[in-house]
């Protein structure tokens, strides 16, 4: 079965400190990786995403890290703030014959302390 | 403006009830996919669409039915025979070229 395993499950860090997050996965298939966010109550939306012929991406605050040799991939938050307090997913895409679908991590719920 | 729209966003089912959540978008994407998340498990696939009249199951459609007669619509009946129920219901969707999912805002089960 396609994993995708994430950690830590919680994580607190404060104001302006960095926020990282781990993810490992088996199947070398996987062909793009993005990095959810969700607020409580809500749908995650998609923040950012990186595929394996990159080793790094980022935008803004955001980071994403790609080690494809060790099929791990990890989130950064720099300067990480209160409004960052959510919960974070980390995903790979596998396309198969009935079309793509994405594999979900565990989730990280973040919480940034004033 | 478009998007995924979700309902009901509370729904609550009896034992040996059948209910089903509605999943509308005006995206115009031609992918669809329900997921179901359980704390500290995340979101796990139970169905997915990538044409109208065409579905398959995803890791966990034991208990489930879906229904795809509109591009726009994606229906999920949870059926009596799934043992528990009680979660958030996701539904996302994508145009086949792109594989960065749009969510709705997800209806939550619970059943009394």
């Known amino acids: 079965q396609q994993q995708v395993k994430q950690s830590p499950q919680s994580l607190i860090v404060q104001k302006g400190g960095i926020s990282i997050i781990n993810c490992a996965y088996e199947n070398t298939a996987f062909d793009y990786f993005p990095w959810y966010q969700q607020f409580p109550g809500k749908g995650p939306a998609l923040l950012i995403a990186?595929?394996?012929?990159?080793s790094e991406k980022k935008e803004g605050r955001f980071t994403i890290s790609f080690n494809k040799s060790a099929k791990q991939f990890s989130l950064h938050i720099m300067d990480s703030q209160p409004g960052d307090s959510a919960t974070y997913f980390c995903?790979?895409?596998?396309?198969?014959?009935?079309?793509?679908?994405?594999?979900f991590g565990g989730g990280t719920r973040v919480l940034v302390k004033p | 403006d478009g998007g995924i729209t979700q309902s009901p966003k509370y729904l609550f089912r009896k034992e040996g009830q059948n209910v089903t959540l509605s999943c509308e978008q005006n995206?115009?994407?031609?992918?669809m996919y329900w997921y179901r998340q359980d704390p500290g498990q995340g979101l796990r696939l139970i169905y997915y669409?990538?044409?109208?009249?065409?579905?398959q199951k995803g890791d966990i459609a034991e208990g489930y039915s879906v229904s795809r007669e509109k591009k726009e619509s994606f229906p999920l009946t949870v059926t009596s025979a799934q043992k528990n129920p009680t979660a958030f219901y996701l539904c996302?969707?994508?145009?086949?070229?792109?594989?960065?999912?749009?969510f709705g805002s997800g209806t939550r089960l619970t059943v009394v």
């Open positions: 669409s990538q044409i109208v009249n065409d579905f």
């Open positions: 996302a969707s994508t145009p086949l070229s792109h594989y960065g999912y749009t």
């Open positions: 995903a790979a895409n596998g396309a198969g014959a009935a079309g793509n679908k994405l594999t």
């Open positions: 990186i595929r394996p012929d990159v």
């Open positions: 995206l115009n994407h031609d992918a």
